[in-house]
């Protein structure tokens, strides 16, 4: 009675069966072609209300199509090696910027992080300003910090002591200390 499997039911078994395979296999395949994120965390208290701002392109359909065109080429050459992903990342982030799309900006500043985060300013440095742009002036202070401390050029600190000025300019000491990190040069405004 039970010993035989009708024709029908061993079809819909080996369905499900190859169903499951091919989900099994598309998850693999998106596990290995996922690019892996830098977790930019929020500074304690602070929350973002809206990834949204009026970016240079927004509301000119001409400038928002080219900006499209540019992520998508740039897109494109990742991996390639013309350019190193980073940058191509960190160029992507910049043309979400003029399109006034901070959730994409920084989700490709991530990338970018993802791949050095350690002794390359310029993704923390474009972080610190969206999160001023955004509002979110605790975390911007962070990311400004992290881009001096990952490479410590002129530009960047010049960056952090702008940020602060304007948004701290109460926090005397740790503009001193920016200041002094420069070696006492004057810094180019």
Same mark, same amino acid.
């Given at each position: 009675?039970?010993?035989?499997?009708?024709?029908?039911?061993?079809?819909?078994?080996?369905?499900?069966?190859?169903?499951?395979?091919?989900?099994?296999?598309?998850?693999?395949?998106?596990?290995?072609?996922?690019?892996?994120?830098?977790?930019?965390?929020?500074?304690?208290?602070?929350?973002?209300?809206?990834?949204?701002?009026?970016?240079?392109?927004?509301?000119?359909?001409?400038?928002?199509?080219?900006?499209?065109?540019?992520?998508?080429?740039?897109?494109?050459?990742?991996?390639?090696?013309?350019?190193?992903?980073?940058?191509?990342?960190?160029?992507?982030?910049?043309?979400?910027?003029?399109?006034?799309?901070?959730?994409?900006?920084?989700?490709?500043?991530?990338?970018?992080?993802?791949?050095?985060?350690?002794? $390359?300013? =310029?993704?923390?440095?474009?972080?610190?300003?969206?999160?001023?742009? !955004?509002? /979110?002036?605790?975390? #911007?202070?962070? *990311?400004?910090?992290?881009?001096?401390?990952?490479?410590?050029?002129?530009?960047?600190? $010049?960056? =952090?002591?702008?940020?602060?000025?304007?948004?701290?300019?109460?926090? !005397?000491? /740790?503009?001193?200390? #920016?200041?002094? *990190?420069?070696?006492?040069?004057?810094?180019?405004?």
């Amino acid at each position: 009675m039970y010993a035989t499997i009708s024709l029908m039911n061993k079809k819909i078994i080996i369905g499900v069966l190859a169903a499951l395979l091919l989900i099994a296999c598309g998850v693999a395949w998106w596990r290995a072609t996922a690019v892996p994120s830098y977790p930019v965390l929020m500074a304690a208290g602070e929350r973002v209300s809206s990834w949204d701002f009026t970016g240079a392109y927004t509301g000119n359909a001409e400038l928002e199509a080219k900006a499209r065109s540019e992520i998508e080429r740039f897109t494109q050459m990742i991996g390639k090696g013309e350019f190193t992903d980073y940058i191509l990342y960190v160029s992507i982030a910049n043309e979400y910027n003029l399109l006034g799309d901070g959730k994409n900006e920084l989700k490709y500043l991530r990338y970018a992080l993802a791949i050095d985060s350690q002794s $390359t300013g =310029l993704a923390w440095n474009n972080a610190g300003a969206l999160f001023v742009r !955004l509002g /979110a002036l605790k975390t #911007a202070r962070m *990311a400004y910090e992290r881009a001096v401390a990952a490479q410590p050029t002129a530009q960047y600190r $010049t960056a =952090l002591i702008d940020f602060l000025k304007e948004h701290y300019p109460e926090d !005397l000491a /740790a503009i001193r200390a #920016a200041e002094e *990190a420069t070696g006492g040069a004057e810094l180019p405004q």
